[in-house]
């Protein structure tokens, strides 16, 4: 920690999104907000990841020259970058899920304050 | 009290990610990851290794996020395909930049969106990103005419191929090679860094956008559509 790589800017900016997401998740009441916390963790997570299978010497694992096809050594783990991937659309569809949800609870008590929908049934 | 409460559980949390930051150290990859990026070449002829990792090593979890999103957007357009109750939406038309611009940009986004995906096993992207700009298109075109009416009929017939496509291929691996979406002579595998290359990862990318495609814009679609009033059938607007 005594010097400030990038790949420590990115985990520190990693790991804050996460904290402000959950921060909006538990404190605010509003359902269109806690779903923006949501979004926030997701984004939070998947800059974690990604950062963890990175590597500023190598290349990206795209080996798409002859140099990097011959030594496929030089490129980092491919595995993180696709399980973002995935994460990523999984979450645009949680999210989607979610905000549909929004909509139609407005609709039912016009109003998005959380502490209002407090029975299971709609 | 209960925010402070909130308070410590937060800064508990952010200890324990802190604690992370160490790992952030460049490592090596492990054994399964270097034996994809060591015998990615060999054994799939795809320049992108992110690729061959989504869509032939773990090609089956790729089909279980193809299947996630298409519950999430059906679950969505079920939730909101009743309009009653739901408040509507009051839009200007659009502005004549909107309009121009919507023009303009729709069949170079479809192309760009499309030639993402093609060339997901050469180069940075793959269907779900092709997918995605195919479906910023869309939603250029319904933003720039609120009334457009998207080809449904057609979209849902593309989208119900393009998935079978894909567990048809992965069931012709089952049966040349033994093993679901197996990549061995099924098709052929080219050469490495060409457009015909990667066996049938090219194919499933391909279909994968598609399908992402046309989930998303029926998904765009769905949520703009949900701020109309609710109409009569036949109904004008």
Do not use: C
Not at chain 2, 70 to 84: E, K, N
Request: no cysteine; proline share 5%; net charge neutral.
């Amino acid at each position: 920690m005594s010097t400030l790589t990038p790949s420590t800017l990115y985990l520190g900016t990693a790991i804050a999104l996460i904290i402000v997401g959950f921060a909006g998740l538990l404190v605010r009441r509003n359902i269109l907000k806690m779903v923006l916390g949501f979004a926030l963790v997701d984004t939070g997570i998947h800059l974690l990841i990604a950062t963890l299978g990175s590597n500023p010497g190598k290349a990206a694992p795209i080996l798409n020259t002859a140099e990097l096809a011959a030594d496929p050594s030089l490129v980092v783990d491919p595995v993180p970058q696709a399980l973002v991937l995935t994460a990523i659309v999984i979450g645009l569809g949680v999210t989607a899920l979610m905000l549909a949800y929004v909509v139609r609870l407005f609709a039912l008590k016009k109003t998005l304050d959380v502490s209002e929908f407090g029975r299971l049934k709609w | 009290m209960k925010h402070i409460f909130s308070l410590v559980l937060l800064l508990v949390m952010g200890g324990m990610l802190w604690t992370l930051i160490p790992l952030g150290q460049p490592t090596e990859p492990g054994e399964v990851a270097n034996h994809y990026i060591q015998h990615g070449i060999e054994e799939n002829r795809g320049a992108n290794l992110v690729t061959s990792v989504i869509v032939n090593y773990r090609g089956f979890d790729t089909l279980g996020e193809v299947t996630v999103l298409f519950l999430s957007v059906a679950g969505a357009g079920f939730v909101l395909r009743r309009r009653d109750g739901l408040t509507p939406m009051v839009a200007r038309p659009s502005s004549e930049i909107l309009q121009t611009g919507a023009r303009m940009l729709f069949a170079p986004l479809i192309v760009f969106g499309a030639y993402i995906f093609v060339h997901g096993h050469l180069s940075p992207g793959g269907g779900f990103q092709g997918g995605a700009v195919v479906a910023s298109a869309v939603m250029l075109l319904l933003l720039a005419d609120r009334d457009h009416q998207l080809p449904h009929g057609f979209m849902s017939w593309l989208e119900s191929v393009a998935g079978f496509a894909f567990v048809l291929v992965g069931l012709a691996g089952l049966m040349v090679a033994g093993s679901f979406l197996s990549n061995q002579g099924v098709l052929p595998l080219g050469t490495w860094n060409r457009l015909f290359s990667g066996g049938v990862i090219p194919v499933i990318y391909i279909l994968v956008g598609l399908k992402v495609g046309t989930e998303l814009s029926a998904l765009l679609d769905t949520m703009m559509n949900s701020g109309r009033p609710a109409e009569n059938p036949g109904g004008e607007h």
